[in-house]
């Protein structure tokens, strides 16, 4: 039975639009729909992906695209296909379900449901018999004993309500003591190898790595510096980075971060551009500068609209020479390719990226990959860095050029307000620690376009934009990492505009996403969330929780502007999930990192006069993760600047916890002030 119409095809999403043709009668997700009513109509099956994701395409091929298998869903179902980056709110509540069922989650994510919305029943990829079976149990249970489905739906509902129980928070912040506890036992289970943490596949986890880069700078903290290293240079010299194009793909299906999932994400790229930034700042590593050089290339070449703005992904699939779409086929090598095409340069490139049984993947295809640093490989081949420099861009060039004419990947084109602030935000502490003006002008062009693309005539967000229209109104994931953007922007050009754009979303996020008597944010906007969506997302993930980061932004705006209301605030969020924050630390990174910053001093940075930007810019190059910067060449209204403009002087000021030190006027003493802080 051929469906009359298939909704997808009035989408803008891609993923919606790779599924615009299929037999099955798909609907786009609509929050109108679900009400709580005791009418029994046909269950909802809710499958949920992303247009770069492989299992999502093979899911796609073998079961929707399948007559059989569209005939059963359109006869006994309602079918609705949702674009997880569209709607992150959506998905966190059926992806918290599927675990609770299932113990694992992934994409695709399948889910029946009750007609409210209600899930009963969920799994990720299934072939079509296992699909097609699963389908017609649920059917025959719902139309035999339909209250066994009421009854598992509300089961699932109180165990989600049991995931963020704020009923009773502890009045107090968790002492330093124990947040260093919770902090080495997140090392519990780090490889000590390879780097990341002892499992497969390895995800980067950016919140992670954040976290062990603060830490890195305490001298009592020395492990966590090692596994932060280990794990950097682990990613760098693996497959999961592109070593000729630059770029992260989304995780590593093996602990030696060697073989990708070959999806490349710009939320993935946006946010380690920030970590490899910062690590550089600590450790001088050159291996850190060239990942994001590299990365920026990428995201400038493969990943940016001429008008401004980033899209959101490359897909993992491509066609190979066979004209067959396979995982991986735009970046993998044969033995023979590499031979014919790096001729003479092909004996040394073997050595250095294993064109051997370490580098072999499958089908005689190879990933690129090192186990040696450049220093190592230099001494055991008799070269000199600059001469392996030399080699290393003579490979890339020319294997560049070549795999530029294989089928590119599929481009998810669709650009994501929050995905945008984290690129913005990872070029802009690239800017900061490397000072390169070409950097600065794809920052500020990027965040005009931003501000043009996303907001509404009421300061409201948009979450996306693509083809010249903007639509999905922004969740709380837009709001705080927007904030956070313009709070680091701030930290890098003293434009005080930015710091005043932080404070009106901030205003703007308490208006959408909270309500009195709750301490953290919901994820969607309040005033027309249905009852499905009422929930507070508090886990990091690859993206750290969005109340985290809401909680940061609290904290450096109470302390720009002086509000000591939003600092409370922040405190209350951070007290709030303590107790989950020390059961699962792994989960709870980015609050553990605020958590332990709370347990310090902080740290003000303030300079005003005529030579404010240059000797600022001096300054931050010892800068550390938690120290607040403010700057200006007159007077300025700004809390921490206030009163502290002198004509024909430049003042640097050294204040901690709102006490400071007689202000400086030689540079070079205060720096060496800051390098013993």
């Known amino acids: 039975m051929k469906p009359q119409h298939n909704h997808l095809q009035h989408a803008l999403s891609p993923y919606l639009l790779q599924h615009a043709h299929h037999r099955v009668a798909w609907q786009q997700w609509d929050d109108n729909r679900f ?177 062990f880069c603060a830490l890195a700078y305490e001298k009592e903290s020395s492990a966590f510096a090692e596994h932060l290293e280990k794990t950097l240079q682990g990613i760098a010299k693996g497959g999961v980075y592109d070593a000729l194009g630059g770029g992260f793909s989304r995780y590593s299906v093996d602990e030696r971060w060697h073989v990708p999932h070959f999806e490349k994400m710009a939320y993935d790229n946006g946010q380690l551009l920030h970590t490899y930034s910062w690590a550089y700042q600590k450790f001088k590593n050159p291996l850190y500068q060239d990942v994001v050089e590299e990365t920026i290339t990428f995201l400038i070449r493969d990943l940016r609209h ?37 001729a003479d340069e092909f004996s040394l490139f073997k050595a250095y990226y294993n064109i051997n049984s370490k580098g072999l993947w499958e089908q005689d295809h190879y990933v690129l990959f090192r186990d040696l640093d450049d220093l190592s490989f230099c001494e055991q081949h008799g070269l000199t860095v600059i001469s392996l420099r030399e080699h290393k861009k003579k490979w890339k060039s020319i294997l560049l050029e070549y795999r530029n004419q294989r089928p590119a990947p599929q481009l998810d084109d669709k650009q994501i307000y929050a995905w945008n602030a ?10 900061r620690v490397f000072r390169k003006p070409e950097d600065r002008k794809t920052i500020l062009d990027t965040i005009v376009f931003m501000e043009d693309a996303f907001f509404d005539n009421e300061g409201k967000l948009f979450r996306i934009h693509k083809e010249g229209q903007s639509y999905t109104e922004g969740l709380l994931e837009d709001y705080a990492h927007g ?61 750290p929780s969005s109340n985290a980061i809401m909680a940061e932004n609290l904290l450096a ?40 910053q709370l347990s310090q001093k902080a740290t003000e940075i303030v300079v005003v006069g005529e030579k404010a930007f240059s000797y600022i810019e001096s300054l931050q190059t010892y800068a550390q ?38 202000p400086e006027l030689e540079l070079e003493k205060a720096i060496e002030k800051l390098k013993n802080d």
């Not at 984290?422 to 800017?431: K, Q, W």
């Not at 901030?506 to 709750?518: A, D, I, N, R």
């Not at 922040?570 to 609050?591: D, H």
């Not at 809390?639 to 006490?659: E, F």
């Open 422 to 431: 984290l690129i913005v935000h990872g070029l802009t502490s690239a800017y």
């Open 625 to 662: 993760p938690h120290f607040y910067w403010a700057a200006s060449t007159k007077e300025s209204s700004l809390s921490l600047l206030k009163n502290r403009y002198v004509a024909g002087a430049t003042y640097i000021y050294h204040c901690s916890d709102k006490k400071c030190d007689l």
């Open 306 to 342: 001429e008008k401004g703005g980033f899209y959101s992904a490359l897909d993992a699939d491509s066609l190979n020479g066979k004209g067959v779409s396979k995982e991986g086929a735009y970046y993998v090598w044969e033995l023979k390719e590499l031979q014919t095409v790096l």
């Open 35 to 211: 009400t709580f009513t005791n009418e029994q109509g046909p269950l909802l099956i809710i499958s949920i992906g992303y247009a770069a994701c492989h299992w999502c395409h093979v899911m796609a091929h073998e079961c929707f695209e399948d007559d059989e298998v569209a005939d059963y869903m359109n006869q006994h179902f309602i079918s609705i296909k949702v674009d997880r980056e569209e709607r992150p709110d959506v998905d966190h509540y059926y992806m918290q379900s599927l675990v609770m069922l299932t113990g694992q989650g992934g994409w695709p994510l399948n889910i029946i449901a009750l007609p409210d919305g209600r899930p009963v029943w969920g799994a990720t990829y299934l072939p079509k018999n296992q699909w097609l079976s699963a389908l017609m149990q649920l059917q025959k249970i719902y139309n035999a004993e339909p209250q066994r489905l009421t009854e598992q739906a509300q089961r699932i509902g109180e165990g989600l309500t049991s995931l963020v129980n704020l009923a009773a928070h502890p009045t107090e912040l968790i002492p330093q003591q124990n947040i260093r506890d919770h902090l080495y036992r997140i090392l519990l289970k780090a490889d000590p190898t390879y780097g990341g943490f002892d499992e497969a596949p390895k995800f980067m986890m950016p919140a992670q790595l954040d976290l």
């Open 557 to 596: 705006l109470s302390v720009y502007w002086n509000r000591p209301l939003w600092r409370e605030k922040a405190i209350r969020m951070v007290m709030a999930v303590q107790s989950q924050a020390a059961s699962y630390p792994r989960s709870y990174a980015y609050w553990l990192r605020i958590a332990y």
């Open 483 to 543: 904030i956070r953007m313009y709070l680091n922007a701030y930290t890098a050009f003293f434009d005080a505009s930015f710091l005043e754009k932080a404070v009106q979303l901030t205003e703007k996020s308490f208006e959408l996403f909270s309500k009195t008597g709750v301490d953290l944010f919901y994820n969607t906007p309040q005033s027309n969330a249905s009852q499905l969506l009422e929930q507070l997302e508090i886990e990091d993930n690859v993206i």
